[in-house]
């Protein structure tokens, strides 16, 4: 049998410590990403690899402009490395908790 569990008890003394509106922010936005369906495999590709759009569009079978969409969302978030090699812009997952976090997911599901 387990001990039962109580809620911590607060006294005049104590504070509780809260997580500050700007970090639940960052919290919830990081979540985001993987909340919707297209970027989680446009993430997935990024962390297996470099990708061009045009290859992106195309092994996710979607429009090149839903593609840059979603990569520029991510891009203005810090969450992809990118470079220009001739007229071709390549992009990589470029965050590592986002790389394991998603992996871990897939790994449990």
């Not at 970090?23 to 369906?37: E, I, S, T, W």
């Amino acid at each position: 049998m387990q001990p039962a569990t109580t809620a911590p008890t607060i006294t005049d003394d104590d504070e509780l410590d809260v997580l500050p509106a700007e970090n639940a922010q960052l919290v919830a936005q990081f979540f985001q990403v993987l909340a919707d369906p297209t970027r989680v495999r446009l993430v997935k590709a990024l962390a297996d690899g470099k990708w061009c759009v045009s290859d992106l569009a195309q092994a996710l079978q979607m429009d090149q402009p839903a593609i840059s969409h979603q990569l520029k969302y991510l891009r203005r978030l810090g969450l992809v490395e990118w470079k220009k090699r001739g007229r071709h812009v390549y992009y990589t997952l470029d965050n590592v908790l986002l790389r394991t976090t998603l992996l871990q997911a897939l790994k449990e599901l």
